[in-house]
Structures are given as structure tokens and as C-alpha cells.
T-cell receptor, first 113, second 115 residues
């Protein structure tokens, strides 16, 4: 079945450092969504990418969709303690009329003040 | 709007017991989903529903049943709980695709322990 690999699994940074997580698929993706889950919380939608090579920014967060639509990345500039949590990429499952998502394993970000 | 709510928040079961988890949404969403989240494994889809009265299997459906008798409610049942079903369960809902891809809204989760 469709699988999504996300790296790294864990990253610890000093506050102010940058952070990047990568999401890779062996198949071409229709779209990809990104979610953030704070410790003890539930996943919250961040962004959706649909077009090849698309780049979207939300303040310090930059999301990219690869040209071949097989990979995506999330980059955080100058991390803050409020960025702590697990970041998941989630492409729509193939045949996506049901809006089903395939969640990656996530990257846990720890930020030391 | 309350969004997506789940009851109960916590539950401890003994092996072989049964229980039902309730998910409710007040956003008039057509689609609803049940996931389980285990450490290091992300979220895995158990069952989902594309409308009232319809359900379908997801990635890990064994040992679970679901029902969607009302549009706003999606129930997840465990007929005979096993320790392997110890997990955090999340419900989510979304609008219909309608040619676009829509975000999913998640409930706060239910932490289930099976002894």
C-alpha cells in the first residue's frame, strides 16, 4: 500500500535555530497536508499543497512540494518554544474521493530555551 | 461551535470487555474517521464514513466495528478488547471532497488501556 517516510524521527534544537522535516513517497502524490500535534494534544491542520513545486509560507514556516510530487518539506526559521510538537505530513490516499489521509510517522521537535 | 468532541477521555478495560467510543461533530461534515495512534507509528486509519448510514474499512479495522446512524455521530466499538488495542483513539471529520481536498478536524482523543 501507499507509504510515506518522514525524517528525522526526532530533532532537538536550541531556540533560534532552524529546523527542517522531510516527507518522501515512492509514488506520485495528488496533494499533501501537514499537521502539528502538541504534546498531549490532537493533530491540527497547518497547510495543504497541491501543485508541483508549490511553496507556501506561514510566518516562520515554509512548506514545499517537490517538482515530481513525491516529496515535501517543512522548514521552520528561528524556532521558538511554541514550535514544540510532532509534525506530520499526510498525503491523500490514492483514489482520493474519500479524503482519506496517509499519515507519516512524524517528526518530534524539541526546542531548548 | 464545539467542533469535534469525543467521549470518554480515558478508559481502562480488562481483556475481553466491550466498549463504545462516541464521536460527535457540529460542523455538518459528511466525512468522519477513526484513527489510532501508537508511539512511533503516527496515526493509522481504523474505519471511516462518507455519509450517514455508510462505513468502510481503513488500514487497521480488525477487532473494531463502527456505526454512523446520524450524520453528526460516529461510534467505534470494541467487542472483545485485547491488550494490543491499548492506544490513543482520535476521531476526525471533514467536508466532502467536491473535487478539492479538505482538511480534517480532530477531536481531543480517548486514551484507552486494556489490561
Amino acid at each position: 500500500g501507499q507509504q510515506v517516510m518522514q525524517i528525522p524521527q526526532y530533532q532537538h534544537v536550541q531556540e533560534g535555530e532552524d529546523f527542517t522535516t522531510y516527507c518522501n513517497s515512492s509514488t506520485t502524490l495528488s496533494n499533501i497536508q501537514w499537521y502539528k500535534q502538541r504534546p498531549g494534544g490532537h493533530p491540527v491542520f497547518l497547510i495543504q499543497l497541491v501543485k508541483s513545486g508549490e511553496v507556501k509560507k506561514q510566518k516562520r514556516l515554509t512548506f514545499q512540494f517537490g517538482e515530481a510530487k513525491k516529496n515535501s518539506s517543512l522548514h521552520i526559521t528561528a524556532t521558538q518554544t511554541t514550535d514544540v510538537g510532532t509534525y506530520f505530513c499526510a498525503p491523500t490516499a490514492s483514489g482520493g474521493a474519500t479524503n482519506k489521509l496517509i499519515f507519516g510517522t512524524g517528526t518530534l521537535l524539541a526546542v531548548q530555551p | 461551535n464545539a467542533g469535534v468532541t469525543q467521549t470518554p477521555k480515558f478508559r481502562v478495560l480488562k481483556t475481553g470487555q466491550s466498549m463504545t467510543l462516541l464521536c460527535a461533530q457540529d460542523m455538518n461534515h459528511e466525512y468522519m474517521y477513526w484513527y489510532r495512534q501508537d508511539p512511533g507509528m503516527g496515526l493509522r486509519l481504523i474505519h471511516y464514513s462518507v455519509g450517514e448510514g455508510t462505513t468502510a474499512k481503513g488500514e487497521v479495522p480488525d477487532g473494531y466495528n463502527v456505526s454512523r446512524l446520524k450524520k453528526q455521530n460516529f461510534l467505534l466499538g470494541l467487542e472483545s478488547a485485547a491488550p494490543s488495542q491499548t492506544s490513543v483513539y482520535f476521531c476526525a471529520s471533514s467536508k466532502t471532497s467536491g473535487g478539492a481536498y479538505n482538511e480534517q478536524f480532530f477531536g481531543p482523543g480517548t486514551r484507552l488501556t486494556v489490561l
